[in-house]
Nanobody, 117 residues
């Protein structure tokens, strides 16, 4: 079992930046591929970014590529999402998730990001 708690969300103007954090407990984070997802009002949850166990390989949704950066610190059991050049379309509830065996099994409660125009 892994417990995930996100933080760092808030209200920011378009063009601004935020850094989301995800704190994990219960198991060593290095056992998992970690990802960030988001869900905007009235829309389905969508993939944002993913990072491999060792942090070498990353993958991004086309909509955030070049603006967002995912990173992890396994020693601290933390995962981060640096978000730059934010747009109103980035407004959503952002979730951290842990994947084991190819499936995202553990999810946090989410942190709200609101980008004003």
């Amino acid at each position: 079992q892994v417990q995930l708690v996100e933080s760092g969300g808030g209200l920011v103007q378009a063009g601004g930046s935020l850094r989301l954090s995800c704190a994990a407990s219960g198991r060593t984070l290095g056992d998992y591929v970690m990802g960030w997802f988001r869900q905007a009002p009235g829309k389905e949850r969508e993939f944002v970014a993913e990072i491999s166990w060792g942090g070498i390989t990353t993958r991004y949704a086309d909509s955030v590529k070049g603006r967002f950066t995912i990173s992890r610190d396994n020693a601290k059991n933390m995962v981060y999402l640096q978000m730059n050049s934010l747009k109103p379309d980035d407004t959503a509830l952002y979730y951290c998730a842990a994947s084991f065996g190819g499936k995202y099994k553990y999810w946090g409660q989410g942190t709200q990001v609101t980008v004003s125009s």
